[in-house]
């Protein structure tokens, strides 16, 4: 039997990230963007729920799912003061949690993002950031200062041209898009001088995408550790070209990583030359009270699965607590989401999946 025929180990982490959303401002406008299920601010401020639209508008910026997602209110950015540390420290009393991870938009454009960090590290937290890497050059050394201790870059192409392809009109020009590039590798240069771990999540729709994932693997593989992200529409298409790439680079499964309490798991693959490649898919996870009569529980619609709790500040208004893009009527103040019935959902299912999963992976001859 060959290595890669054995079958893979598994281990199983419990969730305990908080997904932050930091900022709605961002300097690209990628045509299959989520925003983290809100609108696009700075098109919709003069509009109010349910007239938001997700179309778009001045900022060339979509939000995938605003459609049909019952959003009802548009984000602001969180400011680093008392008011963002007690924020953290209501969720860390209400659920298990030791790691913030700070979204957008994009957080490198934040005014105070080493703030951020500062305060999420004081309370104990670990502290990751998801950017494209469009002004992490400036404001990485004192985010790294303050303990920042990981950056998810997203990775859209290897050329200027790839990058200008899946930007709306307003901004998919070559030149503009070459900026954004030689950006992005300013920013892995300043995460590696300051020993901030650094990824490069690239989202692989089908085969056609192959050959620049490829390229990416080799571009940004000496640097970084590569995370082939599975395309949230494209499913199986997604997930055969995963494969290709794994048999054309001839990578070895290592391990399989299941969060429990999530629909997040990655197979660790280890390249012929001793680099880490990931491929990152979705399992089809629901909180067992929330989505069980959802209109969206069906393999086409949820394509997310549930996929944790995220944080929000609405503008002119609270923290909000979320747990589903696709569903962003289920959103509730922080103050409610602590004493709800929701939070305890959450706890319970977190606990009764980790102990589930647990089980099953210490079981010879059981299926995960």
């Given at each position: 039997m060959?290595?890669?025929?054995?079958?893979?180990?598994?281990?199983?982490?419990?969730?305990?990230?908080?997904?932050?959303?930091?900022?709605?401002a961002?300097g690209?406008?990628c045509?299959?963007?989520h925003?983290?299920?809100?609108?696009?601010?700075?098109?919709?401020r003069?509009?109010?729920?349910?007239?938001?639209?997700?179309?778009?508008?001045?900022t060339?910026?979509?939000s995938?799912?605003l459609?049909?997602?019952?959003?009802?209110?548009l984000?602001?950015a969180?400011k680093?003061?008392p008011?963002?540390a007690?924020?953290?420290?209501?969720?860390?009393?209400?659920?298990?949690m030791?790691?913030?991870?700070l979204?957008g938009?994009?957080?490198?454009?934040h005014?105070?993002?080493p703030?951020?960090v500062r305060?999420a590290?004081r309370?104990g937290?670990?502290?990751?950031?998801?950017s494209?890497?469009e002004?992490?050059?400036?404001?990485l050394p004192?985010?790294?200062?303050?303990?920042?201790?990981?950056?998810?870059?997203?990775?859209?192409?290897?050329t200027?041209q790839?990058?200008?392809?899946?930007?709306?009109?307003?901004l998919?020009?070559?030149?503009?898009a070459?900026?954004k590039?030689d950006?992005?590798?300013?920013?892995?240069?300043?995460a590696?001088?300051?020993?901030?771990?650094?990824?490069a999540?690239?989202?692989?729709p089908d085969?056609a995408?192959?050959?620049r994932?490829?390229?990416?693997?080799?571009?940004?593989?000496?640097?970084v550790?590569?995370?082939?992200?599975v395309?949230?529409e494209?499913g199986?298409?997604?997930?055969?070209?995963?494969q290709?790439?794994v048999?054309t680079?001839?990578?070895?499964?290592?391990r399989?990583?299941?969060?429990a309490?999530?629909?997040?798991?990655r197979?660790?693959?280890r390249?012929?030359?001793?680099?880490?490649l990931?491929?990152?898919?979705?399992?089809?996870?629901?909180?067992?009270?929330?989505?069980a009569?959802?209109r969206f529980?069906?393999?086409?619609d949820c394509?997310?699965?549930?996929y944790?709790?995220r944080l929000y500040r609405?503008?002119?208004g609270?923290f909000m607590?979320?747990?589903c893009?696709?569903?962003?009527?289920?959103?509730?103040?922080?103050g409610s989401?602590?004493?709800s019935?929701?939070?305890r959902?959450?706890?319970?299912?977190?606990?009764?999946?980790?102990?589930?999963?647990?089980a099953?992976?210490t079981t010879?001859?059981?299926?995960?």
């Amino acid at each position: 039997m060959k290595q890669h025929d054995l079958p893979v180990p598994v281990t199983v982490v419990a969730d305990s990230t908080l997904r932050i959303k930091v900022i709605d401002a961002c300097g690209l406008a990628c045509t299959f963007c989520h925003n983290e299920g809100t609108p696009v601010a700075s098109d919709n401020r003069s509009r109010s729920a349910p007239e938001f639209t997700g179309t778009p508008g001045r900022t060339g910026r979509v939000s995938l799912y605003l459609s049909t997602n019952g959003a009802g209110f548009l984000p602001e950015a969180i400011k680093a003061d008392p008011d963002f540390a007690l924020a953290l420290a209501a969720m860390r009393g209400s659920m298990a949690m030791d790691e913030v991870h700070l979204t957008g938009g994009e957080p490198t454009l934040h005014p105070d993002l080493p703030g951020l960090v500062r305060i999420a590290r004081r309370l104990g937290l670990r502290v990751g950031v998801t950017s494209n890497g469009e002004n992490g050059a400036d404001v990485l050394p004192a985010c790294a200062a303050e303990g920042l201790d990981r950056i998810n870059l997203s990775v859209f192409g290897t050329t200027p041209q790839e990058l200008a392809a899946v930007q709306a009109e307003r901004l998919n020009s070559v030149g503009l898009a070459q900026r954004k590039l030689d950006a992005l590798r300013s920013t892995v240069e300043a995460a590696v001088r300051c020993g901030v771990k650094v990824s490069a999540n690239i989202v692989i729709p089908d085969s056609a995408h192959v050959d620049r994932v490829l390229r990416i693997v080799e571009d940004f593989g000496r640097d970084v550790i590569v995370r082939m992200l599975v395309s949230l529409e494209d499913g199986g298409r997604s997930l055969a070209a995963m494969q290709e790439v794994v048999n054309t680079l001839g990578a070895v499964p290592e391990r399989r990583i299941i969060t429990a309490g999530t629909s997040d798991q990655r197979t660790r693959y280890r390249l012929p030359g001793g680099r880490e490649l990931y491929a990152k898919s979705i399992r089809p996870v629901r909180l067992p009270e929330t989505c069980a009569d959802c209109r969206f529980n069906n393999d086409r619609d949820c394509q997310e699965g549930y996929y944790g709790v995220r944080l929000y500040r609405a503008a002119a208004g609270p923290f909000m607590v979320g747990v589903c893009i696709r569903r962003m009527d289920l959103c509730v103040s922080l103050g409610s989401f602590v004493m709800s019935q929701l939070c305890r959902e959450v706890t319970t299912f977190r606990e009764q999946e980790m102990a589930r999963l647990t089980a099953l992976s210490t079981t010879p001859g059981s299926v995960l």
